[in-house]
T-cell receptor
Framework: GQQVQQSPASLVLQEGENAELQCNFS?????MQWFYQRPEGSLVSLFY???GTKQSGRLTSTTVIKERRSSLHISSSQITDSGTYLC???????????FGLGTRVSVFP | GPKVLQIPSHQIIDMGQMVTLNCDPV?????FYWYKQILGQQMEFLVN????????KSKLFKDQFSVERPDGSYFTLKIQPTALEDSAVYFC????????????FGEGTRLSVL
């Protein structure tokens, strides 16, 4: 079945530092999403990015299908960026997504 | 923008009782999903639902689980009877089945089975 590997598992940043989160997947995909999960558990959708590069504020997502990977870049990290970042992929958006285990990010002053 | 709403945000129930989790999907969406996340663990797909039927379900979707969307109202997940291992956060999502639109997720319902 599909497998989604995220790295690193956790990351500690000083406020203002940049970070790169990685997501690797085992099969081809038609759907790739990045989510932010707040410490209390609620989900925020960050990007729907099955290919190419997308940017929103300080966040940039890049997906390279032939290399079966996607990355999330956080620039100038802030304390409020702390939480867990999840990537999820799917073969068909009508089917269920397969999630990675997430990268737990902690940003300190 | 459009949102998927989940009601309630937290539910506490005694083991063996029935529980219904409610999801108010985006109005013009056609596909509906439930996911389960045990605290500290991976988010996992449970089921998807289209045109009044279950289209796909995972091995986590036990016989005690059922889904429905009567008359285009709430999309519900019913667990009867509940077990301790059903304690988790359950996320609902809906999708419009358009190539450039991702499924939208609700904020989750935390279910605590005592």
């Amino acid at each position: 079945g599909q497998q989604v590997q995220q790295s690193p598992a956790s990351l500690v940043l000083q406020e203002g530092e940049n970070a790169e989160l990685q997501c690797n997947f085992s099969t081809s995909l038609n759907s790739m999403q990045w989510f932010y999960q707040r410490p209390e558990g609620s989900l925020v959708s960050l990007f729907y990015n099955p290919s190419g590069t997308k940017q929103s504020g300080r966040l940039t997502s890049t997906t390279v299908i032939k290399e079966r990977r996607s990355s999330l870049h956080i620039s100038s990290s802030q304390i409020t960026d702390s939480g867990t970042y999840l990537c999820a992929m799917g073969d068909n958006y009508a089917q269920g997504l397969t999630f990675g285990l997430g990268t737990r990010v902690s940003v300190f002053p | 923008g459009p949102k998927v709403l989940q009601i309630p945000s937290h539910q506490i129930i005694d083991m063996g009782q029935m529980v219904t989790l409610n999801c108010d999907p985006v109005s013009n969406h056609l596909y509906f999903y439930w996911y389960k996340q045990i605290l500290g663990q991976q988010m996992e797909f449970l089921v998807n639902f289209y045109n009044g039927k279950v289209m796909e379900k995972s091995k986590l979707f036990k016989d005690q689980f059922s889904v429905e969307r009567p008359d285009g109202s709430y999309f519900t997940l019913k667990i009867q009877p509940t077990a301790l291992e059903d304690s988790a956060v359950y996320f609902c999502a809906s999708s419009s089945y358009r190539g450039n639109q991702a499924p939208l997720f609700g904020e989750g319902t935390r279910l605590s089975v005592l």
